[in-house]
């Protein structure tokens, strides 16, 4: 059963992988890009919307959310773009990861953060 679990993962991850080719393809709608970077983004970012750390529901919405948000964006995108978009993926398994990617990602969830702080801290009136 968990060699089942490992193997739902890994496809996911190869559907994710796919989607972030098909956001980079001309042929895909504007709407499926859009729609697609934001289940991707989520994806390898490290922060999530429930904590990991929180027993069960940590992972509840890798569970869920992502899922749902896979398979709505693949019904948008054309079979054969998603079936170039697979072999892609596909061929990447296995190859070393980005840190430089890695960096950007959190250095950007961080700006948004401290910019979001900013801006409430002067909402609340807490700066000079």
Known sequence: MIDHWRRKARDLKRETSALYFAVRDPRVPW???????????YVFSPIDLIPDFIPLLGYLDEL????????VVRAMIPEDVLAE?????TRLEGQP?????????VATW????????????GWLGWSR
């Open 31 to 41: 709407y499926a890009k859009a729609l697609a970077a934001g289940v991707v983004a």
């Open 85 to 89: 978009c697979r072999q892609r993926a």
């Open 64 to 71: 869920l959310i992502l899922p749902l948000g896979v398979m």
């Open 110 to 121: 961080l700006a948004l953060a401290l910019a979001g702080g900013y801006w409430l801290a």
């Open 97 to 105: 990861r980005s840190w430089i990617a890695a960096v950007v990602i």
